[in-house]
């Protein structure tokens, strides 16, 4: 074994702490193509400059329209992608300095990933006790096959399934069902972190408030951080207790989640608050949403947002706003920081 | 309540069936509603309730082994569901538009937007093709998207996924419908183009006073489109009626369940309500009302006897609940 990557000094409460994280994807054409037709490199900014922290025992939840990054966030903090820039700090140690497998390996129990899609991120050949037993093999948590399977029936209970339901196949189970086989095997490997990634998006409400409320007891069974990626507002708002909003790969707002509801600062977070179809405001007037989001292969200069948004002037459109304390809140935004949004707006 | 006008769409005891090697399956089962000319009605469920079959035996589009296997659904008082597939393909497009979930499996991605819009227009309606032409710039303009006159010639995959469900709209729209029936036409689009698209379809139906069958599972969707609403449970109704009872005030235990189930924003509860289980497989609807092993209030009868809408307050619910209520009336 290795010594361990040095060690970066972060807050002591915080289980993870990302600085600065990048990610760019090459999106050129073809080799030929850039040759014979002249077409320049392209590169895609899906994650560009995002800073935040995650205290242990809290749920950070990061919303955001298709695009705005969110999901490459949550491969980045994994591993499964590299980060062009930036540094992704896990409980001191940072993640890209891992060089060995053994110790990429140790780090890698640690943390988990939920996935949105149940029917794709489920083995259909593998019966369920051998998906949910497939960390414990992969980590030699488990010494026996007796000690395998018991332990794949405590934690079928865990997930409010039974011990027999390892005998299954995945077809066997509906969908809310199989993210809780999902949801046992995130949780084989006892890890302290869970990054989720739309993981109620593809299920029914009655079954997502199943398993919302699963997620919220797991948490506090188990003292699990949590990073919830999601697009749906609502659920965000139960869920977590702190709510980054990305817009076009950067982090535009992020607060307390009551403070973030009540008060939202951005003008892209109002947008969005206000546009959510609500079951409690039938009727309301909508503010009407101007405009869709930008291409990200060609994001427009300053703020990202600057095009959409109503109280953009010169400054917006040629200096691009970074994350500054507000209030509570940290806010991206020039109209804010200059007090140009007027109070009552907010 | 009886509207003054005669309803544009009736459907009445409809019963769909798949037949399988296991035994036939009954999808939908003994459904009636009507639509009034103009009118949106929601209908919601969870997947496998059976909304979005219901839709697609309306517009004749079930796909054997699914079959239509009783009941009738009339069009302007005309049946229209034991057509003949050619007649059929008349009524759907000319009379009855349909906008699918996902806007790019309703796309050719083989030909421009302008020549899938330009055929639809010609097979319907006797224009040539300038005039045809124009009425595809028009539609486009209609439903919001910029640059019709150049866009017109452009790919499906030239454009983002809210421009393409406008496009799809504005294939639904071509021949002046009078009735659409929308199968999830805002899911696979994010929060802010959702809200633009709900405004849109609001829009197109009141200023060309098309009928709206909206089926989805979003109620916040259904809150802010539709008239009335019918909740389904397991290929039946639960409870019918206006938009604003049925969120605020739902009488039948499932739709209850449903509403408290949806987290609200500012709402801070630990935990949310929940319906424990789930809706029955096909192939294992329980006796008597589908929804008795789950309700909190199920009795005796419940387990024996299959409950009909029953009059219960502003709205029909087909619980036993309402049954002392309905009588008195």
Redesign the interface.
């Known amino acids: 074994m290795s010594a361990l990557p040095e060690e970066k000094p972060i807050a002591p409460e915080n289980l993870l702490e990302v600085r600065d994280l990048a990610r760019t994807f090459d999106v050129s054409r073809p080799w030929l193509n850039r040759v014979l037709e002249g077409a320049p490199r392209q590169t895609l900014k899906a994650v560009d400059g995002v800073s935040f922290s995650i205290a242990r025992g809290e749920t950070l939840a990061l919303v955001g329209?298709?695009g705005c990054g969110k999901s490459t966030i949550a491969r980045l903090i994994c591993g499964l992608y590299a980060p062009t820039r930036g540094e992704v700090i896990f409980d001191g140690h940072d993640m890209a300095k891992v060089r060995s497998r053994a110790d990429m390996l140790a780090f890698r129990r640690r943390f988990q990933m939920i996935f949105q899609d149940p029917y794709a991120s489920l083995n259909p050949r593998w019966r369920v006790g051998k998906i949910i037993a497939e960390p414990l093999r992969q980590h030699g948590l488990a010494q026996t096959e007796d000690e395998m399977r018991a332990r794949v029936a405590s934690l079928l209970e865990d997930v409010r399934l039974s011990a027999q339901d390892a005998e299954k196949f995945p077809h066997e189970f509906?969908?809310?069902?199989r993210q809780r086989i999902s949801i046992a095997r995130a949780l084989s490997s006892k890890p302290e972190f869970l990054v989720c990634d739309e993981p109620t998006s593809a299920l029914?409400?009655?079954?997502?408030?199943?398993i919302?409320?699963l997620m919220?007891d797991l948490q506090r069974e188990h003292g699990l951080t949590y990073l919830f990626i999601s697009?749906n507002?609502?659920?965000v708002?139960?869920i977590a207790n702190r709510v980054g909003v990305m817009y076009l790969g950067r982090l535009v707002e992020i607060a307390p989640t009551?403070t973030l509801?009540?008060r939202p600062l951005h003008p892209y977070t109002q947008?969005?608050?206000s546009?959510?179809?609500?079951?409690?405001?039938?009727?309301?007037a909508?503010t009407?949403?101007a405009g869709?989001?930008p291409n990200p292969l060609d994001p427009p200069s300053g703020c990202a947002f600057h095009p959409r948004c109503p109280h953009a002037n010169e400054r917006c459109k040629a200096e691009r706003p970074e994350p500054l304390p507000f209030d509570g809140a940290e806010v991206a935004c020039h109209a804010v920081h200059e007090r140009r949004i007027p109070l009552h707006a907010i | 309540m009886p509207s003054p006008t005669a309803p544009l769409l009736e459907v009445r005891n409809l019963r769909v069936e798949f037949n399988t090697r296991r035994g036939t399956l009954v999808a939908v089962d003994d459904v009636s509603f009507d639509i009034a000319p103009g009118e949106v009605l929601g209908v919601v469920g969870?997947?496998g309730a059976g909304k979005s079959i219901t839709g697609t035996a309306i517009i004749g589009l079930l796909e054997p082994p699914g079959r239509i296997a009783g009941g009738e659904v009339l069009l302007a008082g005309q049946r229209i569901d034991n057509l003949p597939a050619e007649g059929m393909r008349r009524i759907r497009g000319r009379q009855i538009g349909a906008i699918f979930q996902d806007p790019l499996t309703s796309l050719n991605p083989l030909y421009t937007v302008g020549q899938q819009i330009i055929e639809t227009i010609q097979t319907h309606l006797p224009l040539g093709a300038a005039e045809a032409r124009t009425r595809a710039v028009d539609l486009l303009k209609e439903v919001g998207i910029p640059a019709a006159e150049r866009r017109i010639d452009h790919y499906p995959h030239q454009f983002?996924?809210?421009?393409r469900q406008r496009v799809v709209i504005a294939l639904a729209l071509c021949a002046n419908p009078k009735l659409i029936i929308a199968d999830e036409p805002t899911t696979a689009l994010?929060?802010?183009?959702?809200?633009?698209i709900?405004?849109l379809l609001k829009r197109l139906c009141r200023e060309h006073g098309t009928a709206v069958m909206l089926v989805t599972?979003?109620?916040?969707?259904?809150?802010?489109t539709a008239d009335r609403v019918a909740v389904m449970y397991a290929g039946r109704l639960a409870e019918i009626g206006p938009?604003?009872s049925v969120?605020h005030d739902p009488r039948h235990p499932y739709t209850r369940?449903?509403?408290?189930?949806?987290?609200?924003?500012?709402?801070?509860?630990?935990?949310?309500?929940?319906?424990?289980g789930?809706?029955p497989r096909l192939n294992a609807i329980p006796s008597g009302c589908a929804f008795n092993p789950r309700c909190p209030q199920a009795m005796d009868r419940c387990r024996r006897e299959r409950p009909d809408l029953i009059q219960a307050g502003a709205t029909r619910a087909a619980c036993w609940l309402h049954a002392a209520e309905g009588a008195a009336r």
Not at chain 1, 204 to 210: E, F, N, T
Not at chain 1, 275 to 284: E, H, L
Not at chain 2, 160 to 163: D, K
Not at chain 2, 217 to 224: K, Q, S, T, W, Y
């Open positions: 329209e298709s509906s969908g809310g069902q029914d409400v009655s079954v997502q408030a199943q919302l409320n919220k697009h507002l609502a659920v708002s139960h009551r509801f009540t947008m969005l608050a546009a959510i179809p609500d079951i409690t405001m039938s009727g309301k909508r009407p949403v869709e989001v | 969870e997947s983002s996924g809210g421009m994010d929060v802010s183009i959702q809200a633009q709900i405004t599972h979003d109620m916040g969707v259904i809150a802010e938009v604003q969120i369940g449903l509403m408290g189930s949806i987290p609200a924003i500012g709402a801070e509860v630990e935990r949310l309500p929940q319906i424990e789930a809706m």
